[in-house]
Structure formats: C-alpha cells, structure tokens
C-alpha cells in the first residue's frame, strides 16, 4: 500500500525567505504523480504544484519548487519569499496506485509565515 | 479551469438528523471522490461515486451511514446519516480534471458540526 510522511507536524517562516517542506513516500509503482495541496483557514484544499515521476526534470510553479528525488522516494516542497499569504496546512499526496484518481496523503505541515 | 463547487459550505447539524452535500462540477467527469477529513486530521476517502453504477466504498465506510448518489456526469451527493458528533468533519468532493494525467481537485468542502 501506498504510504505518504510528512515529519515535519509544524513549521515557520519569516516574511520574504526560504522554506523547504519534506515528504517522503513509498510505493511499488514505477510511474505515478505526486501533489503538494494547500489548506488555508478556509479549509480548501487548493493544489499547489504536481510532478510526474517520469520527468527527471523538477517541476515549478512561480515561488513553488519541489525538489523530486525518485530513487530517495522524496519529494520537497520550497516555497520562496514567503509571504503571509502561504501561511497554511501543506499536505502531500500521492495515487493510492499508478494513474488512480485517489490519494493517499500525508499528516500534514502546519506553516506559519512571521511578519 | 473547472469549477467545483459544494454546498452547504458550513452546516451545524442536530445529532441524529441527515445531511446531504452537493458537489457541482462545471464539466463532465468519470469519477467523482468523496474525502473526510475529521478535526485535526489529514483526508480519507470515504467513496468513489461512478455515473450509473452504486459507489465504491473504503475500508472503514457503509453506505448505510454515508448514502452517494450520481445522477450524471457533473453531480454528486454525500449523505451523512444518522449524525453523531463524531461526524463532524469537513467532507470534500475531488475529480480529476487533467487531460494527460492526474490534475486533481478539490471542492470547497462543506464543515459540518454535529451537536
């Protein structure tokens, strides 16, 4: 079965620098997706960036970054010039199989961003 | 992109009555998810709710408890039944939205509070 670890319960950041969020997996598949998902106080969880495990190359959207290492089985999230703004829950997710529209995620990741 | 929309958005609920969460996407889609994600927790899935064809329940979930309907390609319902506080949770909707691989969304999420 498809596990996810997220073994970072809380985190902090100050406004404008540098965070890097960890999550490790563990899954018998060779090709599958990964997912970082933000949950503001709203409770929506809105997806922040996605890496497909084929693709050597990290993906990257805007201040977000992961940092994908497929043998390692680790997937980083960092986010760049923090802002108050990012300040949230960040779970990890993964197919509970291949190319399955279910996941599996992590505990979570509680970010606050100090002013 | 698609919408996917829920309603009621928050709800506080009688213990012992039912509610019913509506999950409205903006395109048509196969699969339709349904999460939990209980006080403090990370997300489970409750269901997968296939068009014209009963849903497919988790390890954990009956469908006497937690009743899905799918009467087309772009709605959902999620019935909570019989509420008890331990009920109280934030109930999300997923699909998958990508053309090429995973893309998955979530709702708004409906917060119900069971007293």
């Known amino acids: 079965a498809q596990t996810v670890t997220q073994s970072q319960p809380e985190m902090s950041v100050q406004e404008a620098e540098t965070v890097t969020l960890s999550c490790t997996y563990d899954?018998?598949?060779?090709?599958?997706?990964l997912f970082w998902y933000k949950q503001p106080p709203s409770r929506q969880m809105i997806l922040v960036i996605r890496?497909?495990?084929?693709?050597?190359q990290n993906a990257t959207e805007n201040r977000f970054s992961v940092n994908f290492q497929k043998a390692a089985k680790s997937f980083s999230l960092k986010i760049s010039d923090s802002q108050l703004g990012d300040a949230a829950m960040y779970f990890c997710?993964?197919?509970?199989?291949?190319?399955?529209?279910?996941?599996?995620f992590g505990k979570g990741t509680k970010l606050t961003v100090n002013p | 992109s698609a919408v996917i929309s829920q309603k009621p958005s928050r709800d506080i609920c009688q213990r012992g009555t039912s509610l019913t969460i509506q999950c409205q996407v903006d395109?048509?889609?196969?699969?339709m998810f349904w999460y939990r994600q209980q006080p403090g927790q990370s997300l489970t899935l409750i269901a997968t709710?296939?068009?014209?064809?009963?849903?497919?329940?988790e390890s954990g979930f009956v469908i006497d408890k937690f009743p899905i309907s799918r009467p087309n390609l772009t709605f959902s319902t999620l019935t909570v039944s019989n509420m008890s506080p331990e009920d109280s949770s934030i109930y999300l909707c997923?699909?998958?939205?990508?053309?090429?691989?995973?893309?998955?969304?979530f709702g708004e999420g409906s917060w119900l509070t069971v007293v």
């Open positions: 997923s699909v998958d939205l990508g053309g090429s691989g995973n893309t998955i969304y």
């Open positions: 899954t018998s598949e060779s090709d599958y997706y």
């Open positions: 890496q497909e495990a084929y693709k050597q």
């Open positions: 997710a993964l197919p509970d199989q291949g190319g399955s529209e279910k996941l599996v």
């Open positions: 395109s048509q889609v196969t699969m």
């Open positions: 709710a296939n068009q014209g064809s009963e849903a497919t329940y």
